[in-house]
Each structure stands twice: as structure tokens, then as C-alpha cells.
């Protein structure tokens, strides 16, 4: 059973969504329970998994036992392992408040949720090229009908936009794919690191030109500076608990980013090291440029934290171009605070809409709320994203800085910019939230939006802190095997088949 | 057959580009295909081009990359998937949006504010 398990957290959202949707004529009662407990027990797979990750062996799952290179491989290291956890921490309080009456106004939100979460974390534990593909399709074709849930004019058009870029992206994907395949003759990403180390000169050009398509394709997915800009208006005006699924979505790219182009094109890589490095450097810091002056003009809460999705976008993609070991451990820090607490923001949005009647959560004058539990939420999330002490936002920020030096020195004054605008800007939520107006009286046409999954997510953000010496150990080893990948390369291309 | 190839995929992609910068709906989603289709052939093509050679070892001197041959039947299906959920897409975008313009702000521009849509509010 237990060498099977590394399979487990694409099977079961499979099950669980494939049920969800041969029944999807089955009361809301039943399905709100199956999908529930699907996403609880994909937590339980996922936190054995991480366990078995932090041990430090790369462990691999030859699908269909046909032996590496030429067969499909899941391989679980220390970063799938933590990204399947972050999500599968996501699904609960996601599930939780859709379950509070968001989902009547479509019919198949909890086989949806499922398949996303199969796209995701397919994606995530997935050594094969072309089957990373494929798992992407799997995610965007589940997000794209989620994004556009409920209905109504401006989630169509912003759902138009990102299905058209998508499927752009997609083609430009396959190129890539291609290309690399037709260089190298393989598709397992542990072998192709190999034959990339050791490229012929004449095939250095071409594989250059894959790899930058491929980082355009994961630049686009992580909304990077110019092929970012379908993020706000797609994550401001999906339902609210939807937009803080989506806080993993963008995370995707990035993951692929530091996985892909860390075994691929690190610094073993000959020719090709460091493909791309100075390029989403400069894009990274432009995108926070951007990010910061888009939560400054910010007219309501979903906005600005969609604006705040693409500062730590910025952020995160900088840590990368930076490339120590120690840049990367704070970026992956920041990859799980980030994604964590601005979902729980997503999901006290979807709150504040339900409270204020018509004003819904835009930064006007109108029905003010009186919930000390509220504002307090609303204080705890804003100030882990601004990054002030003691939660996870500072630490993260705090990593990074450290990380980058005094050669650094522009990123050290956009990053604490940045800092800067959020607390100006969710002071300025806040205050317009909670003080202005009149008090809200409670509508009992709005669909009632729980707090309780808030309240979920946001210890996570002292959890993160208090635990901090594991957690930091945890990820500069995932640094570091990053930054070597040969015991991963090694452990994919040995492994055993024929039954255990 | 190489030029034959190249040629075919470049026609096929700049008219799938042409189309997709047209933004309206509809020649967006026939550019898309397109686009589609091009790639697939370049997949195909990425085992190398031979001729007489079948895709099975043993049955003939010289055989083709069955690989890549897999690879875009696989991506033939969620191409087509993708094409049949974005035709759906569009014409609810035509009945939500009561028109096919890909960018919202452009009917805005032309007849002032936004008609209000059927659906209510978003």
C-alpha cells in the first residue's frame, strides 16, 4: 500500500470528482460531504507524503512499470511534497465556504474543485514533459469553467481573455515540448537534463529557443509582467472562495519555473546554464512596479488583492532570478505564506460582499461593518501581507532581503515600496470597510458567506512563524537539492521496475 | 516533403495568428484551431519526416518515432475538448456581453456605458 501512495493524490481527486460528477443531479447534501471528506483525506495523503519527502530520498512511481526513460514517472522530492500539502490546505476552507450556499448557482462546483485539485497536483509530482502538459490542461480546463461560476458580465469577459490566452499558451507549449523532444529524443525531464548538459553546439541555439518558449508559457500562467495582465480582472471579479483557490494557480507557474528550468537549465546545464535568469529578473521587478501601482488605484478589496497576487508574483520571481540557495529558501517561504494568507483574504472578501448589500466590497461609502471578529481578521490578514512583524509576511520578506545583498540594492527599495503601498492600501480598506457608513443590517437575499474558513487559514500564518526553524531547515534542503539536482536525476533514472 | 512540411505550418500559423489578432470572438476561436492544427503537425514532424516507414519495429528495414505520434493524438483530444468548451464560451459571451468583441472596454468606448446584461450583476 504504501508504495503506492506516491499516486494517491492524482487518484483520488479523480474518484472523488468522477462520483461527484455521474451524480451531479444528487442534492447539494450528499455532495458537499463526499467532497469534504475527499479533500480531507487528500490532506492526510499529502502530509504522509511530506513526511516521506523530508527524509531526503527522492522517491519515484514508474506509472504502468515501464522502466525510466521510456515510461511516465511521478517523482515526489522535497518541493512536490510541500506544494501538494499547500494545496491540499487550500481545498478545505475553500470547500467550506463554497459549502455555505455559493454553490447553488451552478451545478458542479465539488466535481470541478476535484479535478482541479487532480490537474494540480499531477502537475506537481509529474518527471514527464509532455504529461506535465497535460496535467496543466487538466488544471485550466477545471479553472476555466470555476472562473466563470455564477455567471454574470465581467467574469465572462475576464474569463474570455484567460481561456484565449490559455489556449495560446498551450500551443506555444507544445512547441516547446516539441523542440525539446525532437533535440534530445526524450521527454523524461531527469533524462533530458542529462543530453541538455552535454548538447551538441549546433543544437544550442534550438534548445535555448525551447527553453525561452517554455518560460514564456510559465511566465504566463505565474502573470509575469507583460503576460500578466488577465490576473486582476479575472481574480476580481471570480466568486470569492474560487478567486482564493486560484491564489495556487499562479503559484503553478512559478513552481514550473523552479522546477523545470532548475533541472533543466541550472547551473549543470554547460551551455544553457542560467537560461532566462537576467530576463525574468528585470520582468520580475517590473511586475512589482506594476503590482504596487495597481493596489494603489485599487477600487474594491477583490481588486487590490488581485493586485497583491501579482507584487508577490514579482516578488517570488525575483527570488528566483536571484539564485543562491538562500534566495530560494525565502522564496519558497513566501511561496506558502503568500498563496495561504491571501486566500484567506480572497475568502474574508467574499464576506465583506455578502455583509454590504450593493456596495458589495468596493471602496465606497455605504453600510459599514460592525464585527470586531471581522476587523479582526481583516487586521491579522493585512498585516501578514503588508509584512510586518510577527507574522509569516515579514519573515518571507525579511529572507528575501537578506538573500539578495547590497548588489541588489533596487530590489531592496521595491520590495520595502512595496511593503509600503500594502499597508497604505489596506489601511485604506480598512478604514473605508469598517468605519465609514452606516452599520450594515444583514440581508437575507445575499448568499451567507461563513467566517469560520478565514479563521481557518489565517494561524497558519503564526504556525508558519512558530515553527519557523523546522520549516526553514525543510526548505533549504529543498534549496539545495534544487540547486543540485544529480541525486534526483539519479534516483529517477535508477529506478527499479517490476513490481516491488 | 520537408518544404512541403514547413510551408504548411507556417501558412497554418500566421493565418491562425492573423485570426486570433482580429479579436472578435469567432475568428478568434477558428484562429485558435488553426494554431492547433500547425502545432500538431510540427509535433508530428519533431520524429522526423520518412516515408514507407511504419511506426512498428520489425515490420520494414527503417521504422518512424511512434512517440511523437502518440504525443499529438493526445493533444488532437484536448484540442478538440478545448475548441468544443470555447465555442460554448463565446456564445454565452455574445448573449452576456450582447456582443462578440474579445475586449469588453471596446464596445464601452464605441456606445458609451455598458448595456445592462440580462444576467444582472456580476
Not at chain 1, 470555476?146 to 499558451?169: D, E, I, K, Q
Not at chain 2, 527503417?62 to 488532437?76: E, K, N
Amino acid at each position: 500500500m504504501s508504495s503506492h501512495l506516491l499516486v494517491l493524490p492524482v487518484l483520488l481527486p479523480l474518484l472523488a470528482g468522477t462520483i461527484l460528477l455521474l451524480f451531479s443531479g444528487a442534492r447539494l447534501a450528499w455532495k458537499r460531504p463526499i467532497n469534504l471528506l475527499a479533500c480531507v483525506l487528500l490532506l492526510g495523503v499529502a502530509l504522509a507524503l511530506l513526511v516521506r519527502a523530508a527524509g531526503g530520498d527522492t522517491q519515484v512511481y514508474v506509472l504502468g512499470d515501464w522502466a525510466p526513460p521510456f515510461g511516465i514517472v511521478l517523482v515526489l522530492d522535497r518541493l512536490s511534497a510541500l506544494l501538494l500539502v499547500v494545496t491540499a490546505v487550500l481545498a478545505i476552507p475553500v470547500t467550506l465556504a463554497m459549502s455555505a450556499g455559493t454553490d447553488r448557482s451552478g451545478q458542479n462546483f465539488h466535481g470541478l474543485l476535484q479535478f482541479q485539485l487532480m490537474g494540480l497536483n499531477g502537475a506537481f509530482l509529474t518527471g514527464d514533459l509532455f504529461n506535465l502538459f497535460v496535467f496543466f490542461e487538466i488544471l485550466l480546463i477545471a479553472s476555466y469553467a470555476l472562473l466563470v461560476f455564477g455567471g454574470g458580465r465581467a467574469r465572462v469577459a475576464a474569463s474570455l481573455h484567460y481561456v484565449f490566452l490559455n489556449l495560446a499558451g498551450s500551443a506555444v507549449f507544445i512547441i516547446a515540448v516539441g523542440l525539446l523532444y525532437g533535440i534530445t529524443g526524450t521527454l523524461n525531464m531527469a533524462d533530458m537534463a542529462q543530453r541538455l548538459a552535454t548538447l551538441p553546439v549546433d543544437d544550442v541555439p534550438l534548445a535555448r529557443a525551447a527553453g525561452l518558449l517554455l518560460l514564456l508559457v510559465f511566465a504566463m500562467k505565474a502573470a509575469l509582467l507583460p503576460l500578466g495582465m488577465w490576473l486582476p480582472a479575472a481574480y476580481a471579479s471570480a466568486a470569492a472562495p474560487i478567486a482564493a483557490l486560484f491564489a495556487i494557480m499562479s503559484k503553478v507557474g512559478i513552481y514550473a519555473i523552479f522546477r523545470v528550468h532548475g533541472l533543466l537549465f541550472g547551473e549543470h546545464a554547460g551551455a544553457l546554464a542560467g537560461l532566462g535568469q537576467t530576463l525574468v529578473w528585470w520582468l520580475a521587478l517590473g511586475t512589482l512596479v506594476l503590482g504596487v501601482c495597481g493596489m494603489l488605484g485599487a477600487r474594491s478589496l477583490r481588486s487590490l488583492l488581485a493586485w497583491q497576487v501579482m507584487v508577490s508574483v514579482g516578488t517570488l520571481l525575483a527570488g528566483w532570478a536571484l539564485g543562491t540557495v538562500a534566495a530560494w529558501q525565502g522564496a519558497l517561504f513566501y511561496l506558502i505564506h503568500s498563496t495561504w494568507l491571501t486566500a484567506a483574504m480572497f475568502l474574508l472578501a467574499g464576506v465583506v460582499v455578502a455583509r454590504r448589500g450593493v456596495a458589495e466590497d468596493g471602496f465606497m461609502i455605504g453600510q459599514r461593518i460592525v464585527s470586531p471578529v471581522v476587523g479582526l481578521a481583516f487586521l491579522a490578514g493585512a498585516v501578514a501581507l503588508v509584512g510586518l512583524p510577527p507574522l509569516s509576511g515579514f519573515v518571507g520578506k525579511a529572507l528575501l532581503l537578506q538573500a539578495a545583498g547590497p548588489a541588489d540594492a533596487l530590489f531592496w527599495v521595491l520590495l520595502l515600496v512595496a511593503g509600503l503601498a500594502a499597508l497604505l492600501s489596506f489601511a485604506r480598506a480598512g478604514s473605508t470597510l469598517f468605519w465609514r457608513g452606516d452599520p450594515a443590517t444583514p440581508l437575507s437575499s445575499a448568499q451567507p458567506m461563513p467566517l469560520a474558513p478565514v479563521w481557518l487559514l489565517l494561524p497558519l500564518s503564526l504556525l508558519l512563524v512558530a515553527a519557523g526553524d523546522v520549516i526553514l531547515a525543510y526548505l533549504e534542503a529543498t534549496a539545495v537539492a534544487l540547486k543540485s539536482p544529480q541525486d534526483l536525476i539519479d534516483a529517477v533514472l535508477g529506478a527499479r521496475t517490476g513490481g516491488e | 516533403m520537408e518544404a512541403l512540411m514547413a510551408v504548411c505550418i507556417g501558412v497554418l500559423t500566421a493565418c491562425g495568428v492573423y485570426l486570433m489578432l482580429r479579436a472578435r470572438t469567432f475568428p478568434v476561436v477558428m484562429g485558435l484551431m488553426l494554431l492547433g492544427y500547425a502545432v500538431n503537425l510540427f509535433l508530428f514532424s519533431m520524429g522526423r519526416l520518412a516515408t514507407d516507414a511504419p511506426a512498428v519495429i520489425g515490420r520494414a528495414e527503417s521504422h518512424a518515432d511512434p512517440l511523437p505520434q502518440a504525443l499529438v493524438l493526445t493533444a488532437i483530444v484536448i484540442g478538440f475538448a478545448m475548441t468544443a468548451y470555447v465555442v460554448i464560451l463565446v456564445i454565452r459571451a455574445r448573449k452576456t456581453l450582447n456582443h462578440d468583441y474579445v475586449d469588453d472596454r471596446v464596445n464601452e468606448r464605441a456606445h458609451g456605458a455598458p448595456e445592462k446584461s440580462r444576467e444582472g450583476h456580476s
